[in-house]
Nanobody, 115 residues
Framework: QVQLVESGGGLVQPGGSLRLSCAAS????????LAWYRQSPGKQRELVAA???????TYADSVKGRFTVSRDNAKKTVYLQMNSLKPEDTAVYYC?????????WGQGTQVTVSS
């Protein structure tokens, strides 16, 4: 199992940027598929972006061209660079290692996009 801690959330104006970080500890990090999910009140948790151990990336259609997921295996950290933020990006963002059903989750970090 791997333990995950997110950071970098906050309040930002529409059109602004944030970079989320997720630091891992405990197990071999480089072999894990990693992902960012988000959840808004009353909605299901949804996949935002994912990156495999081979660094292949996948994005939700709603964030393509605006968000970038990356990983630094030496630092055991996964990042989510979020640009051109919109109010509809407001949510709690969670990182995941090892898959939705059986993987590990962080505690979440709040991102609020508002003027």
């Amino acid at each position: 199992q791997v333990q995950l801690v997110e950071s970098g959330g906050g309040l930002v104006q529409p059109g602004g940027s944030l970079r989320l970080s997720c630091a891992a500890s405990g197990s071999i990090f480089s072999t894990y598929p990693l992902a960012w999910y988000r959840q808004s009140p009353g909605k299901q948790r949804e996949l935002v972006a994912a990156i495999t151990s081979g660094r292949t990336t996948t994005y939700a259609d709603s964030v393509k061209g605006r968000f970038t997921v990356s990983r630094d295996n030496a630092k055991k950290t996964v990042y989510l660079q979020m640009n051109s933020l919109k109010p509809e990006d407001t949510a709690v963002y969670y990182c995941n290692a090892g898959g939705y059903s059986h993987g590990s989750w962080g505690q979440g970090t709040q991102v609020t996009v508002s003027s």
